[in-house]
């Protein structure tokens, strides 16, 4: 079962609009970490934003922000006042604990939203 | 600052060749990790490992080797390549896998070719 699901291969904003991209995750470990991570089209990563299961407020790193609905199990991640530069790949990613159900602490990736960024 | 060092950056390989990609990292970082990127999978994990002397098997390792024999280095080997091997390789690392906190770090990637 696919533990992490980004459920928009592509999305498209207008410059200096907000745009929302999906994430769904799938666990029973109550100690995990969700991770957003950026990839533009140079091709390196570049680590986002963090949300751990037990944080009560939703993260956020400038223009990021994270909307961790725990119930629901979805972490999204916001974007606020989209510029051209945020035109990029964006993955979603869930780190169990280690030891947990056979879990090593490895990092599981979605397979990605490509957003593209309108002037 | 260096980080997570990848080399090459590109690489060509004829069927049946074999090469190692480098992987060094200079936080003294337990944990590391292979990845493999292809258009419209994700990232997914080839081997890992949580210390020096230690390493296992991910969602993907048919095809690929690794040893961990000092903490910075964790260097990747394919065997025999093959075509279905093509694809964009990424070495990461983070402190320990017992703190589902901690961020992984990315090398830049190489890009393999398997013709």
């Known amino acids: 079962a696919q533990k992490i699901t980004q459920t928009q291969p592509g999305m498209f904003v207008q410059e200096k609009e907000a745009v929302t991209l999906d994430c769904t995750y799938d666990?029973?470990?109550?100690?995990?970490?969700l991770f957003w991570y950026k990839q533009p089209s140079s091709g390196e990563m570049i680590f986002l934003i963090y949300q751990g299961s037990y944080d009560q407020q939703n993260a956020t790193e400038g223009r990021y922000s994270l909307n961790f609905q725990k119930a629901r199990k979805s972490a999204n991640l916001v974007i606020s006042a989209s510029q051209l530069g945020d035109s990029a790949m964006y993955f979603c990613a869930m780190r169990e604990g280690a030891g947990y159900g056979g879990s090593q602490g490895n990092l599981i990736f979605g397979k990605g939203t490509k957003l593209s960024v309108k002037p | 600052n260096a980080g997570v060092t990848q080399t090459p950056k590109f690489q060509v390989l004829k069927t049946g060749q074999s090469m190692t990609l480098q992987c060094a990292q200079d936080m003294n970082h337990e944990y590391m990790s292979w990845y493999r990127q292809d258009p419209g999978m994700g990232l997914r994990l080839i081997h890992y490992s949580v210390g020096a002397g230690i390493t296992d098997q991910g969602e993907v390792p048919n095809g690929y080797n690794v040893s961990r024999s000092t903490t910075e280095d964790f260097p990747l080997r394919l065997l025999s390549a093959a075509p279905s091997q093509t694809s964009v390789y990424f070495c990461?690392?983070?402190?320990?896998?017992?703190?589902?906190?901690?961020?992984?770090?990315f090398g830049n990637g190489t890009r393999l070719t398997v013709t």
């Open positions: 990461a690392s983070s402190y320990s896998a017992n703190y589902y906190n901690s961020p992984l770090h």
């Open positions: 666990t029973s470990d109550p100690s995990y970490g």
